[in-house]
């Protein structure tokens, strides 16, 4: 038991619905997966899954109405804001969008240090953590002085990695991290996350609708598919040999960028859309 | 006023000052109510006089060198009333100020960050008092309670106060949804510190404004009181001499000119001061309109020599913002029937090459072309009307994000018929069968259901496939999709792909379909553009693409694609971290 991360045991999350006597909206069906250290955990889902409350309730920003999480097999879900902030030494996030994930009005340093600073750091320590973190992000010493403005979506998402890595976590939830950037930038961004976990150790909840970025990140992928785990396991078979019929939709929608195999693919799918 | 965006803050702060003091206007106010302070505080220094004692030998006296601006009507020197009222105006103002940002500014931020009950207590709070007349109040209180004016002015700030709770409150509604707070929360911050970091900092600004308004008002108002007579006798102030003025304006004009002139000044530098902070919060930068669309450089070649199967010729394409071209020379063309994908990275200019051949570009850019014809039809310098009556009939677009493409005030149906009844002339009742029928060859299963829903009621993927359905009511010609599937989910995408292929393939239209997935390029394409920083580098049939990409850039977009790499395997090991990253 103790050898695992982060357990979720049967989580359900429910918002409270408008208006009085009305059922609550329920979110998360009663979820159960696991992350294991420097493991990454691909969670695969559709808009509406509930894929990106799940990484909200891990991080304590989503109401955990039902189940119970695990951190290091101590639970904490419904922990005081306290405890909770006790905890984002070891929790942190990486969210989709790093243009307003990044305040605008602080410089990247100021950003970088904060999260350093509550904690006591004396502010010239800091500095010299933010300054090799910067490195290890691969971006230009420079960077600190400067606002979020001045860089682009990929070079914020790096700002945003190395704001997560700051106090050495032991596992960090990204919702979507690359699905807001070009190709281009999607690839070296998670070749970035690879390069780090395999530095560090950290363990990664990673939370996509693209197959083949959780293809390429994780060692084990949950797909969730409205509120509920339909499938886990090793990353290749669930992307290759899906056996739960969503999974197999997801895996035939996905264009391939070969006209010729693409047409067939998509002859695959009408075939079992028919079916 | 509350709509400041989050970027004005502490980093921004001296450049916010800076550009206030590049104002002509700022700077005269300030120097007004400079000269206004000044003035007020060496009172002493400047007059020799006491504000408050009548010598009756000067009463209504002129100008002289004892009394530079005359005795008043019970022979006090204006001079000095006029010195010393200016403290009871600045002190009053102050007063209120520092009364209404203490009471609201707290009461807005706690109910903005934490809403809940206390949210709901400190509304219903501030809606009694903004139903209550200040005016009245405040003559009851200097009645009952004191005939100070500053007392007044302390009830004023109360009065106020709901103005300061609902703009902090409406401002911090604003930054608390924002993800950096999450970010913050999730970094093991404090409220406290997140109140202080994050959110305050967006709050000043807009306080900043509210505070030189307040202060106007409360002078205004200070000095409707006093001009009543209401106030002590010995607090000079310009409504009183306003109020004396008054009495003896038959014989002394003069004397009503020096109160107004010091009142009016205040008052309008201190409001004008905030419309120049205002100004230099105002991110955007005046707008020159450059209206000069569809310009041709050259006479192109003559239209009507085109092949009959050309139905769009781009030709030296430019689209500039002032200095910066964002396409440079693009030749397109679109056979009849033909799906063209445009391809690249954000800002390689695809989506502004499209625009330009809707005409949807802002009115800032400037397009410049040889060539731009459209169905043998020259589309540069075409006007408003004719460029309405191509879209629609001519040129059909999907847009890239289905739900702000839809109005949520209209329901789907009157938004689907409207255009066919305007560019078809069909009559209410053809437009709605036809809507249906083309709501069912979208594929939506109740046309009837969506057509009386409203935008909120349906899915992403039904919205776009309204769209579509919109797109081709007017059976155009042409199609230009920006975008059409990256916002919905992969299953939903290969549906509506599958649509728009079917659709293009029935009705023969020719497309161009803007994209930055080669997955998508090698469903639907016939032939590929490739653009990189506004430049078309490769164009070639999808399948030549795929095979043998000829550009470097091209090589390089479809390296990265992640799609059929190898899968990273499970985890071996539990892997002992290496080395820390940050020590």
Request: with cysteine; net charge neutral.
């Amino acid at each position: 038991m103790t050898s695992l991360l982060l357990e979720l045991d049967d989580v359900v999350v429910e918002y409270p619905a408008k208006g009085r006597g009305k059922e609550p909206f329920r979110v998360l069906h009663g979820v159960s997966l696991s992350v294991a250290p420097g493991e990454t955990l691909g969670l695969v889902g559709e808009s509406g899954s509930g894929k990106t409350t799940l990484g909200r309730a891990v991080l304590g920003l989503a109401p955990v109405t039902g189940g119970e999480i695990r951190f290091e097999g101590r639970p904490v879900s419904g922990l005081g804001r306290r405890e909770r902030r006790a905890l984002s030494k070891d929790i942190q996030v990486v969210f989709q969008d790093p243009y307003t994930s990044l305040n605008p009005a602080l410089t990247v340093m100021d950003i970088l240090t904060e999260p350093l600073l509550v904690t006591g750091v004396a502010r010239a320590e800091a500095e010299r953590r933010v300054q090799k973190l910067l490195g290890h992000v691969h971006l230009p010493q420079d960077a600190a002085r400067r606002l979020p403005r001045e860089f682009s979506g990929g070079q914020r998402q790096r700002i945003a990695i190395a704001r997560a890595l700051c106090r050495d976590p032991r596992l960090i939830v990204c919702d979507e991290p690359v699905s807001a950037l070009d190709l281009t930038t999607q690839a070296r961004v998670l070749d970035l996350f690879v390069e780090i976990q395999e530095a560090t150790g950290v363990a990664y909840l990673f939370v996509t609708h693209d197959l083949s970025v959780v293809r390429h990140i994780s060692h084990r992928v949950a797909v969730l598919y409205r509120g509920d785990i339909v499938e886990t396991g090793d990353a290749a078979q669930v992307t290759e040999h899906p056996e739960h019929a969503y999974t197999k939709r997801l895996l035939l929608a996905a264009p391939v960028s070969d006209p010729e195999r693409q047409a067939q693919r998509r002859a695959e799918r009408l075939k079992a859309a028919a079916s | 006023m509350t709509t400041v965006e989050p970027s004005t803050a502490p980093a921004q702060r001296d450049r916010l000052l800076r550009r206030t003091l590049r104002d002509p206007v700022a700077v005269v106010c300030l120097a007004v109510l400079g000269l206004v302070i000044a003035g007020s505080l060496a009172a002493p220094l400047l007059t020799s006089h006491d504000p408050a004692r009548s010598v009756l030998a000067d009463t209504l006296a002129p100008m002289s060198g004892s009394h530079p601006l005359g005795g008043d009507g019970v022979g006090r020197d204006v001079l000095a009333r006029l010195l010393y009222g200016g403290r009871t105006s600045l002190v009053g103002g102050t007063i209120a100020v520092l009364v209404a940002f203490a009471v609201g500014a707290p009461l807005g931020l706690v109910s903005g960050f934490y809403r809940g009950w206390f949210d709901a207590v400190a509304g219903w709070i501030v809606n009694i008092i903004m139903a209550v007349p200040a005016i009245i109040v405040m003559l009851v209180v200097m009645a009952a309670v004191s005939q100070d004016l500053n007392v007044a002015m302390i009830v004023l700030g109360v009065i106020m106060a709901p103005m300061v709770f609902r703009l902090i409150r409406a401002s911090v509604l604003a930054v608390r949804e924002e993800l950096y707070v999450d970010a913050a929360r999730v970094a093991g911050l404090g409220d406290a510190r997140i109140m202080r970091r994050h959110i305050l900092p967006v709050v000043i600004a807009p306080s900043v404004i509210q505070a030189t308004q307040v202060f106007a008002l409360a002078i205004g108002i200070q000095a409707g009181l006093a001009f009543l007579g209401l106030g002590k006798a010995s607090q000079p102030s310009w409504g009183a001499m306003l109020n004396d003025a008054f009495t003896n304006v038959y014989n002394e004009p003069m004397l009503l000119v020096w109160p107004g002139l010091a009142m009016g000044l205040t008052i309008l530098s201190s409001s004008l001061l905030g419309n120049a902070v205002r100004d230099a919060l105002g991110v955007a930068e005046p707008v020159v309109a450059k209206r000069r669309r569809h310009r041709a450089k050259a006479a192109g070649a003559p239209v009507a020599d085109l092949p009959a199967d050309r139905l769009l010729t781009v030709s030296g394409l430019c689209v500039a913002y002032g200095e910066k071209t964002v396409v440079d020379g693009v030749d397109l063309i679109v056979a009849r029937g033909e799906v063209l994908g445009l391809v690249g990275e954000s800002g390689s200019g695809k989506s502004q090459t499209a625009f330009s051949v809707l005409g949807l570009l802002p009115d800032q850019a400037e397009v410049t072309a040889d060539q731009l014809s459209f169905d043998g039809k020259d589309l540069l310098g075409l006007d408003l009307a004719d460029l309405n009556a191509l879209r629609g009939r001519g040129i059909g677009y999907i847009p890239q994000e289905p739900m702000s493409n839809l109005d949520p005030c209209f329901r789907i149906g009157f938004q689907l018929a409207e255009p066919m009844r305007k560019h078809l002339r069909l009559s209410r009742t053809e437009a709605r069968t036809k809507a249906l029928e083309l709501l069912a060859r979208v594929g939506i299963a109740d046309p009837e259901r969506v057509f009386r829903s409203y935008p909120h009621q349906i899915s992403g993927g039904m919205a776009q496939r309204v769209l579509i359905a919109g797109a081709v009511s007017c059976d155009p010609r042409l199609l230009i999709a920006d975008e059409p599937t990256t916002a919905l989910d992969v299953t939903v995408q290969a549906e509506v792909l599958d649509l728009m292929r079917s659709l293009q393939r029935e009705r023969g239209m020719g497309m161009i379909l803007v994209t930055h997935d080669f997955g998508v390029v090698a469903d639907i394409c016939d032939r590929v553009a490739v653009m990189q920083r506004g430049r078309i580098v490769e164009a070639a049939p999808a399948a030549r693409i795929f095979a043998g990409p000829a550009h470097e850039y091209t090589r390089m977009l479809l390296d990265s694609t992640l799609e059929g790499g190898p899968a990273r395997g499970p985890l071996v090991t539990p892997a002992e971290p290496v080395k820390e990253v940050t020590s």
